[in-house]
């Protein structure tokens, strides 16, 4: 079973951790988490692509490893500046971008500047806008004060996906819950994320989707609270070199629910277009 090392680097002033799991010198391809997430969302995934990638797995800023920022500083614009001076530091030249959720929102942004710079765009159960009552209500969560808890046991209790929604199993989420909770001085734990970063800052991506001409693929997940229909035919009637395909049996964190599902779209799109 191929395992990750830990990597740091500094993008914008910030340290940004990431796992990487190999291989170097093979074409590039990086997994970007969703919002309140962390790299570990991606390890049912990562290493079926490590044969033929060199998969990296950034914590962005103010989630997981990553540095938060302050003030805050959490919009669309920041991710994808990181994202940008994170590909020219690494050298992840002509990487393939798969993002989910929050991470796609901030693929589907950068792949509008930098379409020219991917070989591939993969947006899982991504819309291309956030509505404005979404955005407020991100921020209402943000708002409240981060919980403390007397022990880590205590806090991987607590741990609940966002939407809620979900197919897979209490192990799975225990082992994920684990990566999510940090010892405070006082000896409480508390969740890693910075909780302002859901003081979203997002850039309508709709009337710049005639700009992604890189090979895209958007994946829906066939239980998507987040992506309808109408919403799905918007990006697909505006992008050049576009697809999609739906994951059955699955909700929101699809590669949570049913990471064969995705893998299995994935590697059929990259066949095909690289």
């Not at 830990?6 to 590039?28: E, I, M, Q, S």
């Not at 929102?105 to 159960?125: C, E, K, M, P, R």
């Not at 090979?215 to 998507?224: D, G, K, Y």
Request: glycine fraction near 8%.
């Amino acid at each position: 079973m191929p395992t990750h090392q830990d990597g740091f680097t500094t993008v914008n002033g910030l340290r940004l951790h990431y796992l990487d799991w190999g291989t170097a010198g093979k074409p590039p391809m990086i997994l970007l988490h969703g919002g309140s997430a962390y790299a570990h969302w991606w390890d049912c995934i990562a290493p079926a692509f490590v044969s033929a990638f060199h998969v990296v797995v950034p914590d962005q800023r103010g989630h997981g490893e990553s540095d938060h920022t302050e003030p805050p500083a959490y919009g669309t614009r920041h991710y994808v500046a990181d994202l940008r001076q994170f590909v020219t530091t690494l050298g992840l030249h002509k990487p393939v971008l798969i993002g989910h959720s929050m991470g796609g929102h901030n693929s589907l942004i950068y792949g509008t500047q930098y379409a020219h710079d991917l070989a591939a765009l993969i947006l899982v159960d991504t819309p291309a806008s956030y509505s404005e009552g979404a955005t407020r209500f991100l921020a209402k969560l943000g708002a409240q004060s981060a919980r403390e808890f007397s022990s880590l046991a205590e806090a991987v209790g607590t741990f609940r996906l966002m939407p809620r929604e979900t197919l897979t199993s209490e192990d799975r989420l225990r082992t994920l819950a684990a990566y999510a909770f940090t010892q405070l001085p006082s000896g409480k734990w508390t969740a890693k994320m910075d909780r302002r970063t859901l003081f979203r800052e997002p850039i309508d991506g709709r009337p710049l989707l005639s700009q992604i001409t890189c090979p895209t693929l958007i994946v829906r997940a066939e239980h998507s609270p987040v992506l309808s229909s109408n919403k799905l035919s918007t990006i697909m009637v505006s992008l050049p070199n576009g697809r999609w395909v739906e994951v059955k049996d699955c909700y929101h964190h699809i590669m949570l629910d049913n990471p064969t599902g995705l893998i299995q779209a994935v590697q059929r799109f990259l066949a095909e277009v690289l």
